[in-house]
């Protein structure tokens, strides 16, 4: 298997370290630390890695359209349901 630098795996890490990041907020600035982690775990789909470990152990990949349909979900619930901005302002005044 060769490791190539593509558009498609810079985007899909880019989007995996902004999920990422809304787990983090999630769980440590948050009223339910539960939903931070699911987040947590979720944002692995993006990273090429662990879609190159899911292709190796099972014999499939997670299909573009549910990676989008899965991100549209998890900024939906950060941004609408969980109050993302407001756990931001939280998380700054900690610091």
Known sequence: MQNTLSIGN???SLFGIVFLAIGVV??????DPGFGIFIV???FVYFPPANAIL???TGFSIPLTVKVILGLFILWAALGVGELFDKIELMKMSF
């Open 10 to 12: 810079i985007a899909s």
């Open 26 to 31: 999630n769980t440590f600035w948050g009223n």
């Open 55 to 57: 292709k190796r152990v």
């Open 41 to 43: 775990l979720l944002s």
